[in-house]
């Protein structure tokens, strides 16, 4: 079908002059993701072939409605300040505690532990409440960053105001500390989203070298003790190293041992943590930035909380070097949508060019080149 050259000219005045393309989205292969609409464009579409068009200043060649659905999507957008000072909140990553009792080596805990905090029960739950009323029934709280968070001498308390509000919950752990009597009162109290268990072998002498600690038997009865329990929607045993034999013989090892009863094994390769002092070699530096793919968009989809109450850019952030607000102080709402953040977002898309000591440069989960 062709179209007139009338139409062209109509289509050319749909398309305002300040629109253009979001520089925030990102190319999954089949479809573009929007990270601060969660919408997703088929590139197979009428309105990706749009949107293709407009890229190459050509007229959109589409029925006016498309173009006003990309506009909804903001696919299309008018101001791209503005759109760095959005926020799609669907992770709360709130660290309630600084605490670790394991020493992994891939991790920042063992070369540099931290001082301990615990967060008070008036911040905690002051940031759930203003996260939850942004995020709504979307919202995730993870209680887990670098520390341990059944160390938390306030842990079962913050999981029932968590279950109560009727959010989901997950915590990554070395179950260490989830006791039997433990696991028995948290299932009294609700149910978590999801429980990673971080274990990364059955070998007792393996096991002190890569979490510092001779737990292995406490974790262990700890593990099958939970598994009576029905505390989770979902629980897994991430099983974290090097994709060498070794590693995968702890695989073969604990699926042997855990997936007869039902239990679901994951493992994982150990990833780096930049500027983190650990052994884990960090990839090269990427001189231009797309984006980040860390579970989703990390700048525009979490908001990460440390034990202060300071809030920051990114996980991988140990040292806490891009503060975007504390919460003591200021808002979650004031945050997310304050100049710190937006020029953050800015940086991490490319849209203005990052110092060249920008933490995203040297991070394996940066789109980038």
Same mark, same amino acid.
């Given at each position: 079908?062709?179209?007139?050259?009338?139409?062209?000219?109509?289509?050319?005045?749909?398309?305002?002059?300040?629109?253009?393309?979001?520089?925030?989205?990102?190319?999954?292969?089949?479809?573009?993701?929007?990270?601060?609409?969660?919408?997703?464009?088929? @590139?197979?579409?009428?309105?990706?072939?749009?949107?293709?068009?407009?890229?190459?200043?050509?007229?959109?060649?589409?029925?006016?409605?498309?173009?006003?659905?990309?506009?909804?999507?903001?696919?299309?957008?008018?101001?791209?300040?503005?759109?760095?000072?959005?926020?799609?909140?669907?992770?709360?990553? +709130?660290?309630?505690?600084?605490?670790?009792?394991?020493?992994?080596?891939?991790?920042?805990?063992?070369?540099?532990?931290?001082?301990?905090?615990?967060?008070?029960?008036?911040?905690?739950?002051?940031?759930?409440?203003?996260?939850?009323?942004?995020?709504?029934?979307?919202?995730?709280?993870? +209680?887990?960053?670098?520390?341990?968070?059944?160390?938390?001498?306030?842990?079962?308390?913050?999981?029932?105001?968590?279950?109560?509000? @009727?959010?989901?919950?997950?915590?990554?752990?070395?179950?260490?500390?989830?006791?039997?009597?433990?696991?028995?009162?948290?299932?009294?109290?609700?149910?978590?989203?999801?429980?990673?268990?971080?274990?990364?072998?059955?070998?007792?002498?393996?096991?002190?070298?890569?979490?510092?600690?001779?737990? +292995?038997?406490?974790?262990?009865?700890?593990?099958?003790?939970?598994?009576?329990?029905?505390?989770?929607?979902?629980?897994?045993?991430?099983?974290?190293?090097?994709?060498?034999?070794?590693?995968?013989?702890?695989?073969?090892?604990?699926?042997?041992?855990?997936?007869?009863?039902?239990?679901?094994?994951?493992?994982?390769?150990?990833?780096?943590?930049?500027?983190?002092?650990?052994?884990?070699?960090?990839?090269?530096? @990427?001189?231009?930035?797309?984006?980040?793919?860390?579970?989703?968009?990390?700048?525009?989809?979490?908001?990460?909380?440390?034990?202060?109450?300071?809030?920051?850019?990114?996980?991988?952030?140990?040292?806490?070097? +891009?503060?975007?607000?504390?919460? @003591?102080?200021?808002?979650?709402?004031?945050?997310?949508?304050?100049?710190?953040?937006?020029?953050?977002?800015?940086?991490?898309?490319?849209?203005?060019?990052?110092?060249?000591?920008?933490?995203?440069?040297?991070?394996?989960?940066?789109?980038?080149?």
């Amino acid at each position: 079908m062709t179209t007139s050259p009338g139409f062209e000219r109509s289509q050319r005045t749909a398309v305002l002059d300040a629109e253009m393309e979001s520089p925030f989205l990102h190319d999954r292969g089949t479809v573009l993701y929007n990270p601060l609409t969660g919408a997703s464009l088929p @590139k197979d579409g009428d309105a990706f072939r749009a949107l293709a068009r407009l890229r190459q200043g050509l007229p959109p060649g589409v029925d006016p409605g498309v173009l006003e659905h990309l506009r909804v999507a903001r696919f299309l957008i008018d101001d791209v300040d503005r759109e760095a000072r959005r926020s799609h909140l669907l992770f709360l990553s +709130l660290e309630t505690c600084t605490v670790c009792n394991h020493r992994c080596p891939f991790c920042p805990v063992s070369v540099d532990p931290r001082e301990r905090e615990v967060m008070s029960t008036e911040l905690f739950e002051s940031i759930v409440n203003q996260a939850a009323a942004i995020g709504g029934d979307d919202l995730v709280v993870f +209680l887990s960053n670098y520390n341990e968070p059944t160390v938390d001498p306030l842990f079962e308390e913050r999981c029932r105001a968590l279950f109560e509000r @009727k959010l989901p919950v997950s915590i990554l752990t070395n179950a260490s500390q989830f006791t039997p009597d433990r696991a028995a009162r948290l299932e009294a109290l609700g149910r978590f989203r999801y429980i990673g268990i971080n274990l990364p072998t059955l070998d007792p002498e393996r096991y002190r070298q890569l979490h510092g600690t001779r737990d +292995l038997a406490r974790v262990l009865a700890n593990v099958d003790a939970l598994h009576a329990r029905a505390i989770s929607e979902e629980t897994a045993i991430v099983v974290l190293g090097e994709e060498d034999d070794a590693h995968r013989a702890d695989v073969e090892q604990i699926r042997a041992r855990f997936e007869p009863l039902g239990w679901e094994v994951k493992p994982f390769r150990i990833r780096s943590r930049p500027a983190s002092g650990t052994f884990v070699p960090e990839p090269p530096l @990427k001189k231009k930035l797309r984006g980040c793919e860390l579970m989703g968009s990390r700048p525009f989809e979490h908001l990460h909380v440390t034990a202060t109450g300071k809030a920051v850019l990114c996980c991988q952030d140990y040292y806490e070097r +891009l503060k975007v607000g504390d919460l @003591k102080t200021e808002t979650v709402a004031g945050i997310l949508g304050g100049d710190t953040m937006a020029r953050l977002r800015r940086w991490t898309y490319g849209v203005e060019d990052a110092p060249a000591d920008f933490l995203c440069r040297r991070c394996e989960f940066a789109i980038g080149e």
